[in-house]
Nanobody, 124 residues
């Protein structure tokens, strides 16, 4: 199994920044990672993904240019730097791990492990 723990969420004004962290541990973890978010009454939405070694990334159109995903494999940690936050970014943000050790994906069904989430609230 893979265990994921998110941190770094909070309340911020529009235009501000936050950095989310996801600490990963487990018996055989070594693959791609992603961030998803879910607002009340809405479906879970893809945000960003990164491959195993951090050489490739993928972003949703809604966050491209504002968010940056990165990882530090020595610390088994994935980050999501969020800049120029907007009220529509308000959601619970989840870290997830792919079931394969390679590749990128925007599809939640391909992620087999999920964290508990961390709340991000952006006020106007």
């Amino acid at each position: 199994q893979v265990q994921l723990v998110e941190s770094g969420g909070g309340l911020v004004q529009a235009g501000g920044s936050l950095r989310l962290s996801c600490a990963a541990s487990g018996r055989t973890f070594s693959g791609g990672m992603g961030w998803f978010r879910q607002a009340p009454g809405k479906e879970r939405e893809f945000v960003a993904a990164i491959n195993r070694i951090g050489s490739s990334t993928l972003y949703s159109d809604s966050v491209n240019g504002r968010f940056t995903i990165s990882r530090d494999n020595a610390k088994n940690t994935v980050y999501l730097q969020m800049n120029n936050l907007k009220p529509e970014d308000t959601a619970r943000y989840y870290c997830a791990a792919l079931t394969t050790p390679w590749g990128l994906s925007r599809y939640s069904d391909e992620y087999g492990y999920w964290g508990q989430g961390t709340q991000v609230t952006v006020s106007s």
